[in-house]
């Protein structure tokens, strides 16, 4: 599981580091912005989808001293599935070539959500992954 979570961070990261890059151009790069949201969302589903489906063994091998923290984590996943929606609704193709720097400053504060999320999963997730017997990491 710890390998898998850390597969998914390092995606949803290559997605962001992808968005800086097309961010930073003068002009917004139409023709690829699609294609980069895309894989960031389908990126960032994968995650949260593999988190929900594990919650309950994570829940169960983790010490108590972390519960708050891990269910403080699945309240805020809805909040950033809400933020993120609201993102991508309110910026169509249309509005961002329409506003370029709001979308630009707009986008790097999902990014830097993002990022911190996944600093926060991986700070309270991986020592219990970690801490998993080698047969559930395999089963």
């Known amino acids: 599981m710890l390998q898998h979570l850390r597969a998914l961070h390092v995606e949803i990261l290559r997605r962001l580091d992808q968005l800086d ?4 151009q003068a002009e917004p790069p139409i ?3 699609p294609a980069a949201r ?6 960032s589903r994968a995650r949260t989808l ?7 063994e994570i829940i169960g091998s983790a010490p108590p ?3 708050v923290r891990i269910r403080a984590l699945q309240h805020d996943t809805a909040l950033q599935m809400d933020r993120s929606a609201n993102h991508v609704s309110t910026w169509s193709l249309q509005a961002i070539a329409s506003d ?3 979308y630009r400053r707009a986008s790097a504060e999902i990014r830097d959500a993002m990022r911190l999320r ?3 999963e991986a700070a309270l997730l991986y ?3 970690s801490a998993l017997p080698l047969q559930r990491l395999t089963g």
């Open 31 to 33: 023709a690829e912005l």
């Open 127 to 129: 020592p219990i992954l």
């Open 118 to 120: 996944i600093k926060e």
């Open 50 to 56: 593999f988190i929900e489906q594990n919650l309950p």
């Open 21 to 24: 890059r097309l961010t930073q």
């Open 38 to 43: 895309l894989a960031l969302s389908r990126a």
């Open 100 to 102: 370029w720097p709001a």
């Open 65 to 67: 001293s972390r519960l």
